[in-house]
């Protein structure tokens, strides 16, 4: 007894320096996740913006950024959500947002760019295994309140025409990133008025459970955005998250929750 008692005693400390590792790596992965994020919306000339992601769990496969353009006047805006959830989800995130950042960096384009990184992520072994990424870029024209539209299998923005209280939603999607190389991505351009808003989000918004097992939904977002679009960039978004947290109330996260809200000065 004393000889099992001691090989327990051993074996319980190893799992401890096991279990305190993966913590230690755990966090290590957090932080890293944590930094490949902005550290704050950028100044674009006509719009408040504000932006966020939150992990279900210690990391996530979502994904958000701002893009600036080398000649200037306009600013991209990305969204992104990988399948899959925790590690593995936010490994493919970190590698495939190196390509959109390069392949950023040599288009203007928004559905050249969607096409060119998929190329480049579709070859990666990855997307053998049945990864993807879901990805909405929008490209803004500051001179002429444009937004240009290029999405691969990801939601579509939704649009709140301020001065007609109605919304209308962009129509052009694509396969998801990663799956198939040689894609062609359409764009759509829409004209943007003053008080406009743009939501950018994934399925941690609309598809957040509550202890039911039903789902936010997107005609509560809509309503949330319509009864609060006078509100700037920041407290819109603060009254979605707040929407959002009292609705699953006490539920554990379903999934990773990113939202970007866009409002025309």
Same mark, same amino acid.
């Given at each position: 007894m004393t000889g099992s008692l001691k090989r327990m005693m051993v074996e319980l400390a190893e799992t401890v320096r096991e279990n305190e590792? @993966?913590?230690? %790596?755990?966090?290590?992965?957090? %932080?890293?996740?944590?930094?490949?994020?902005?550290? /704050?919306?950028?100044?674009?000339?006509?719009?408040?913006?504000?932006?966020? $992601? @939150?992990?279900?769990? %210690?990391?996530?496969?979502?994904?958000?950024?701002? *893009?600036?353009? $080398?000649?200037?006047?306009? *600013?991209?805006?990305?969204?992104?959500?990988?399948s899959g959830k925790g590690l593995p989800g936010t490994l493919y995130m970190t590698r495939s947002r190196s390509v959109f950042r390069v392949v950023s960096s040599e288009e203007v384009s928004p559905g050249k760019i969607l096409s060119r990184s998929n190329s480049y992520i579709a070859a990666d072994?990855? $997307? !053998?295994? !049945? *990864?993807?990424?879901?990805?909405?870029?929008?490209?803004?024209? %500051?001179?002429?309140?444009?937004?240009?539209c290029a999405n691969a299998g990801h939601y579509p923005p939704l649009w709140y025409r301020a001065k007609e209280k109605v919304f209308f939603e962009t129509t052009t999607s694509g396969v998801p990133v990663g799956i198939l190389s040689e894609q062609a991505y359409q764009e759509e351009t829409i004209q943007l008025d003053? /008080?406009?808003?743009? @939501? *950018?989000?994934?399925?941690?918004?609309?598809e957040a459970k509550a202890k039911d097992g039903s789902m936010f939904g997107i005609e509560r977002l809509k309503r949330l955005v319509e009864q609060n679009s006078a509100l700037n960039a920041h407290d819109l978004f603060v009254k979605i998250q707040a929407g959002i947290k009292e609705f699953i109330d006490e539920a554990p996260p379903f999934d990773d929750l990113t939202l970007i809200v866009i409002r025309v000065k």
């Open positions: 590792r @993966v913590r230690r %790596e755990i966090e290590i992965a957090t %932080e890293i996740q944590k930094s490949i994020f902005p550290e /704050h919306p950028p100044e674009v000339a006509g719009l408040e913006i504000e932006a966020k $992601s @939150v992990p279900a769990k %210690e990391v996530g496969g979502d994904y958000y950024d701002f *893009m600036p353009v $080398s000649s200037g006047n306009q *600013m991209g805006f990305i969204i992104a959500d990988a072994a990855s $997307s !053998g295994k !049945g *990864m993807f990424i879901t990805v909405l870029y929008l490209l803004y024209d %500051e001179l002429k309140k444009r937004m240009t003053q /008080h406009d808003l743009l @939501v *950018m989000y994934t399925d941690g918004v609309t």
